[in-house]
């Protein structure tokens, strides 16, 4: 099983995009895991958010395959503890199927992306730049990970 993080538009931060890389490399020891960036959505300030979700969605829908369990990270998604979240890779990883989780833009995901999706996770109640959410993603990953193993990352 690998595990994918699918973004929108490159990270602009290099302080965020280096942090981002030095958790991808630490995750290449638990699992496959690949981060995938669709690009930026060409003359996006000339569109409506309407127009922008779902060009942004087609993006999306284009890198997806039947096969992969698809998880958006919504703010109407379910929440976990990081021990109830590890539980939740650990069920996923034995289904056999590619785990794609997804990041969609500042506006969120058109209808086609919703009704791909196999469900929606949160990691917060609080609203954080789509920016600033990769990072937390990708660090939730490695620390359910480290707890999978056992790994003193991750303090109770």
Known sequence: MRITLLVVGKTTDPRLQSLIEDYQQRLKHYIPFE????????????LSQEQLKSAEGQAILSFLTPAMDVMLLDEHGREFRSIEYADFLQKKMGS???????????????????????GKISLSQMTFSHQMIRLMAIEQIYRAMTILRGEPYHHE
Do not use: H, M
């Open 96 to 118: 056999g199927r590619d785990l794609t989780l997804v990041i969609g833009g500042a506006y969120g995901f058109s209808k086609e992306v919703y009704n791909r999706a196999n």
């Open 35 to 46: 981060f995938v960036v669709v690009p930026d959505i060409k003359n996006a300030k000339t």
